[in-house]
């Protein structure tokens, strides 16, 4: 079992920064490929960004260029840096985890945290 803990999340202005943590608890962090996701109201749940277990990384074209996804193996934890937000990134945001670095980039992941909202305000 993983246990998945989101923080960060806020409301901020368009052109404003967040920076969201995903910490992680029970099996070896450094075991996981690790993403972020976010589902809009209304809308799927859609890939955001993957750090792999290497510390590769992988960003859906709606947010290259302004997030940066990181991990630190020493504190369990994951990280989204979010940039030049627009209202359109207006989401609850979730961490996954999952030892397939095939699933990982899907819904079919098998660990998810609880979520963190992100309101980005025009």
């Known amino acids: 079992q993983v246990q998945l803990v989101e923080s960060g999340g806020g409301l901020v202005q368009a052109g404003g920064s967040l920076r969201l943590s995903c910490e992680a608890s029970?099996?070896?962090?450094?075991?996981?490929?690790m993403a972020w996701f976010r589902q809009a109201p209304g809308k799927e749940r859609e890939f955001v960004a993957n750090?792999?277990?290497?510390?590769?990384?992988r960003y859906a074209d709606a947010v290259k260029g302004r997030f940066t996804g990181s991990r630190d193996y020493a504190k369990n934890t994951m990280y989204l840096q979010m940039n030049s937000l627009k209202p359109e990134d207006t989401a609850v945001y979730y961490c996954?985890?999952?030892?397939?670095?095939?699933?990982?980039?899907?819904?079919?992941?098998?660990?998810w945290g609880q979520g963190t909202q992100v309101t980005v305000s025009s």
């Open positions: 029970g099996r070896s962090f450094s075991n996981y490929h």
């Open positions: 750090i792999g277990w290497s510390g590769s990384t």
């Open positions: 996954a985890a999952d030892q397939s670095i095939v699933l990982i980039t899907t819904t079919k992941a098998r660990y």
